[in-house]
């Protein structure tokens, strides 16, 4: 017989800096498998600043990354215990953007980039948000394959979306592409692709120019 047990549950987030409320913009970023938030923020600092804020919440589940010790990753969900975990990260990034948002009197915009397994974790907890997204960058990674494209199209109808590869990204495959494709498609969505000459990893150059809309 297998039961659940819902609890309080303290989980760790990274800021840029302390947030004073009168920021303009605010970035969601969100790490990929096996990273960590700590770590995964020092790519965005450079752009800080007293009108932007970046926070970088943290995958709930973490593991070693080689056998049984040494450096330890975070991920957003694997196939075991799947809908828990997606239900855990909803309340988790809906708690945070509350506590957020409640020192703001006039509201921010809020961009999002997802990359890697944070593209999906972040396009399944936004179409769910209360909130609206300005834009959505989706790095090295895709809309979710569950998605329910009624929701997601009409949540979505105002957000520019992003789609960011490397040209030698060995993660990403013809057919992947496609199906971002036709779900963009699907969402009446023009296709934004964005690309740079390296792997499965955040580019600089790049990156700058999205934080300062000049893609």
């Known amino acids: 017989m297998k039961k659940s ?6 989980t760790p987030y990274y800021l840029s800096q302390d947030p004073t409320g009168k920021e303009q913009e605010v970035w969601i970023v ?4 096996g990273q960590l938030a700590e770590f995964f923020i020092r790519k965005f600092l450079p752009y800080a600043s007293s009108d932007l804020l970046v926070v970088a919440p943290e995958g709930t589940n973490h593991n070693y990354l080689n ?15 799947r809908e828990m975990a997606i239900a855990n990260n909803h309340r988790m990034l809906n708690q945070l953007m509350n506590d957020l948002l409640s020192k703001f009197t006039n509201a921010p915009k ?11 974790t972040g396009t399944r907890w ?4 209360a909130g609206h997204l300005e834009t959505m960058v989706l790095w090295g990674g895709g809309f979710a394959h569950d998605l329910t494209l009624e929701v997601a199209k009409e949540k979505f109808a105002a957000t520019e979306i992003l789609v960011v590869l490397g040209e030698r990204d060995e993660l990403i ?38 934080i300062h809309h000049r893609f």
């Open 110 to 120: 809020i961009h999002l980039l997802g990359f890697s397994q944070g593209a999906a």
């Open 30 to 33: 969100l790490h990929g498998y």
């Open 5 to 10: 047990l819902s609890f309080s549950y303290e």
């Open 126 to 129: 936004a179409s769910q948000w």
């Open 67 to 81: 056998e049984f010790q040494g450096r330890v990753g975070a991920n957003w969900m694997t196939s075991y215990q």
């Open 173 to 210: 495959t013809e057919e992947s592409k496609k199906k971002q494709v036709d779900l963009l498609e699907a969402l009446d969505k023009p296709l934004k692709l964005l690309t740079f000459p390296g792997g499965h990893e955040l580019d600089s150059n790049l990156l700058d120019k999205i």
